[in-house]
């Protein structure tokens, strides 16, 4: 949870704030994983992406809920996923993930891909003709091929991933 800045942590609604018709009694309808942390669950906004929401385990059932939003670095990607998980419960269209871009997502893809090849025992030239397709790899000479250099970089990308920095795909990026 503390890595995904999207993910978040839901408590009681305060007594002095209304919770007539509160939206987050319909969450205690999905599945739940419970561990010491809390009760995890995942809700889907009906666009195929899920949102990671957690409270503590011994709030009574029926209660009323409200999203903490730490004022950090990261409060920010936290209200978008509040706008995102609102909607949703409304039954809106709720607007996708903004983590990761369509490229970043394809590039996942082919880094997963390349690492799995690679785990399996395939050379840099199997491995570039599945993720980028034969005719494209035969098209140029191997030694000297861009293909050649971007299948090895997928794969020392992916397992630097591997080995944690797949953390950094479940926060927003911000300028500096």
Same mark, same amino acid.
């Given at each position: 949870?503390?890595?995904?800045?999207?993910?978040?942590?839901?408590?009681?609604?305060?007594?002095?704030?209304?919770?007539?018709?509160?939206?987050?009694?319909?969450?205690?309808?999905?599945?739940?994983?419970?561990?010491?942390?809390?009760?995890?669950?995942?809700?889907?906004?009906?666009?195929?992406?899920?949102?990671?929401?957690?409270?503590?385990?011994?709030?009574?059932?029926?209660?009323?809920? #409200?999203?903490?939003?730490?004022?950090? &670095?990261?409060?920010? !990607?936290?209200?978008?996923? +509040? $706008?995102?998980?609102?909607?949703? %419960?409304?039954?809106?269209?709720?607007?996708?993930?903004?983590?990761?871009?369509?490229?970043?997502?394809?590039?996942?893809?082919?880094?997963?891909?390349?690492?799995?090849?690679?785990?399996?025992?395939?050379?840099?030239?199997?491995?570039?003709?599945?993720?980028?397709?034969?005719?494209?790899?035969?098209?140029?000479?191997?030694?000297?091929? #861009?293909?050649?250099?971007?299948?090895? &970089?997928?794969?020392? !990308?992916?397992?630097?991933? +591997? $080995?944690?920095?797949?953390?950094? %795909?479940?926060?927003?990026?911000?300028?500096?």
């Amino acid at each position: 949870m503390e890595d995904d800045t999207s993910a978040l942590y839901l408590i009681e609604v305060p007594e002095f704030i209304t919770s007539e018709g509160n939206f987050g009694r319909q969450l205690l309808e999905l599945d739940a994983i419970e561990d010491d942390d809390g009760i995890h669950r995942l809700f889907d906004p009906s666009n195929g992406q899920r949102i990671h929401v957690m409270q503590r385990a011994d709030l009574p059932a029926g209660t009323a809920l #409200a999203a903490v939003v730490p004022l950090d &670095a990261h409060g920010f !990607d936290r209200i978008e996923a +509040i $706008a995102r998980l609102l909607q949703g %419960l409304q039954g809106r269209a709720a607007p996708p993930d903004t983590r990761l871009t369509p490229q970043q997502v394809r590039r996942a893809r082919r880094m997963l891909q390349a690492v799995d090849g690679h785990r399996n025992g395939a050379t840099y030239r199997e491995i570039a003709d599945v993720v980028f397709g034969a005719p494209r790899v035969a098209s140029e000479p191997w030694k000297t091929s #861009a293909l050649r250099d971007a299948t090895m &970089a997928l794969v020392k !990308d992916a397992l630097t991933m +591997i $080995a944690g920095g797949y953390r950094s %795909l479940l926060r927003h990026r911000r300028r500096k």
